[in-house]
T-cell receptor
């Protein structure tokens, strides 16, 4: 079966760093996406990894290890506006996105 | 308009009624998708269209139908709504099947 696992909820402090992990098992693999979703809003695209390694984009970085079926999203210098759910999704062999249930990130002052 | 629009924003519907959720994009994207999002579950694909004139079934297609008469529009129809179809529905589009998907604002549907 196809499965995406990520923690349900995480808490971090403003200004700190947080790492959100995601493990995936999908039929085939064509890339790993991270999205941010604020409460009551639509998901918005953050990052895409298809090769192993780290992709950095400002305060956000995403890492992929295809051999381990593992990715993480790293958020630095946390701001209150980063409070949101972060969704991990794997693109399978049929080019369909398989989504995790999301990690709710709570930022405390 | 810019991006993807959905209508209505929210709707309360009696069970057994027919309902069409509208989705329009102006980015000339080839692929379009319909998802439902329920608390505690990931986004689940209902139907998709890789290009105008073609459609395909996703993970949870039962009770839903779609059409793709042109590039811009991708309506989702519930032929006879049931309470289990209460959900938030998102339409999305992408330039190509391997690219990022961009989402509309969603429709919150309640079936009583």
């Amino acid at each position: 079966g196809q499965n995406i696992d990520q923690p349900t909820e995480m808490t971090a402090t403003e200004g700190a760093i947080v790492q959100i992990n995601c493990t995936y098992q999908t039929s085939g693999f064509n890339g790993l996406f991270w999205y941010q979703q604020h409460a009551g809003e639509a998901p918005t695209f953050l990052s895409y990894n298809v090769l192993d390694g780290l992709e950095e984009k400002g305060r956000f970085s995403s890492f992929l290890s295809r051999s381990k079926g593992y990715s993480y999203l790293l958020l630095k210098e946390l701001q209150m506006k980063d409070s949101a759910s972060y969704l991990c999704a794997s693109l399978d062999s049929n080019y369909q996105l398989i989504w995790g249930a999301g990690t709710k990130l709570i930022i405390k002052p | 308009i810019a991006g993807i629009t959905q209508a209505p924003t929210s709707q309360i519907l009696a069970a057994g009624r027919r309902m069409t959720l509208r989705c329009t994009q102006d980015m000339r994207h080839n692929a379009m998708y319909w998802y439902r999002q329920d608390l505690g579950l990931g986004l689940r694909l209902i139907h998709y269209s890789n290009t105008a004139g073609t459609t395909g079934k996703g993970e949870v297609p039962d009770g839903y139908s779609v059409s793709r008469a042109n590039t811009d529009d991708f309506p989702l129809t519930l032929a006879s709504a049931v309470p289990s179809q209460t959900s938030v529905y998102f339409c999305a589009s992408s330039d190509r099947g391997t690219g990022p998907q961009f989402f509309g604002p969603g429709t919150r549907l309640t079936v009583l």
